[in-house]
């Protein structure tokens, strides 16, 4: 009887998804990029983490990796909403927007 067989859990996000982060975050392109922008190499470890308490979850069903795949998760969800925007954004269009974009404005 498949309706009484509990349902399975899955982890946050499927395991290969873990396994690529991890593997774009090594790669060339994106440490030049990285350091680039921040000025420093990309810590990757977290992805390698995420992805081996993944498969812990999967083999073992253990509490621990599913508890601590969720608090990354819920972690880097936090750290995305931290950074402001750097848009304002309008309540509605400018006065000239249908004018050419060098007529109606004095030259410098």
Same mark, same amino acid.
């Given at each position: 009887?498949?309706?009484?067989?509990?349902?399975?859990?899955?982890?946050?996000?499927?395991?290969?998804?873990?396994?690529?982060?991890?593997?774009?975050?090594?790669?060339? *392109?994106?440490?030049?990029?990285?350091?680039?922008?921040?000025?420093?190499?990309?810590?990757?470890?977290?992805? *390698?983490?995420?992805?081996?308490?993944?498969?812990?979850?999967?083999?073992?069903?253990?509490?621990?990796?599913?508890?601590?795949?969720?608090?990354?998760? *819920?972690?880097?969800?936090?750290? *995305?909403?931290?950074?402001?925007?750097?848009?304002?954004?309008?309540?509605?269009?400018?006065?000239?927007?249908?004018?050419?974009?060098?007529?109606?404005?004095?030259?410098?």
């Amino acid at each position: 009887m498949d309706y009484m067989r509990p349902p399975t859990i899955k982890p946050p996000r499927a395991c290969e998804d873990y396994w690529h982060e991890w593997k774009h975050c090594r790669s060339l *392109k994106n440490l030049f990029h990285h350091y680039y922008t921040y000025g420093e190499a990309p810590s990757c470890q977290q992805w *390698k983490a995420d992805y081996s308490m993944c498969r812990e979850w999967e083999k073992t069903r253990s509490t621990e990796a599913k508890d601590a795949l969720r608090q990354s998760e *819920k972690n880097r969800l936090l750290e *995305k909403q931290k950074h402001v925007s750097v848009w304002n954004i309008r309540k509605s269009p400018p006065k000239d927007w249908y004018l050419p974009l060098d007529q109606g404005k004095p030259k410098e």
